[in-house]
């Protein structure tokens, strides 16, 4: 697959198309190389933003769950990698989860807890990158939850 098809997959209507280029992105990114790194995150990280928020809950075997699982690796590939566009890319995912506990509803914050939060927090570094969260009156409970389930609350 090349960046071109990714991209045509991943606008298209097709909710199997878009898990598809998604699965290339995430998971054998050489088979896109045309592609920048920064796109690249970009599109794996809006699949994400719409499976956490449950948009493909009727189309996808997997569930909202298995993609926050998915995307705390996601995070911690990025923050771990030393590719300085993947560890950048790290806190385009901070700004996705933002976004999903902001606009998702109870089920999106519950999927970040369960699905996300429980295993990236346990992390120091992982928990640095959000750190912000704590200073945020809507993410700060979410952040202090998230912590107590992860096993990691100061």
């Known amino acids: 697959m090349d960046a071109q098809t990714a991209r045509s997959w991943m606008e298209s209507d097709d909710p199997g198309l878009h898990h598809a ?4 992105l995430l998971e054998h990114p050489e088979q896109v ?12 990280n809006r699949f994400l933003e ?30 771990r990698s030393q590719d300085p566009a993947e560890r950048k890319g790290a ?16 089920q999106a914050r519950e999927v970040l807890l369960l699905g996300v ?6 992390d ?5 990158l959000l750190g912000s969260w ?8 979410l952040f202090e939850e998230g912590l107590k389930l992860a096993g990691a609350d100061d």
């Open 21 to 24: 280029a998604f699965h290339t």
């Open 33 to 44: 190389a045309d592609m920048p790194t920064g796109e690249r995150i970009a599109l794996v």
């Open 50 to 79: 719409g499976a956490l928020q449950g948009r493909y809950s009727t189309h996808l075997a997997d569930g909202p769950f298995v993609f926050g699982h998915t995307a705390a690796g996601w995070l911690r590939t990025l923050a």
């Open 91 to 106: 806190a385009d995912v901070v700004r996705m989860l933002e976004r999903v506990a902001g606009s998702g509803g109870d």
């Open 117 to 122: 939060l429980e295993h990236v927090l346990n």
């Open 124 to 128: 120091p570094a992982l928990r640095d």
């Open 134 to 141: 704590r200073e945020d009156p809507s993410l700060a409970p």
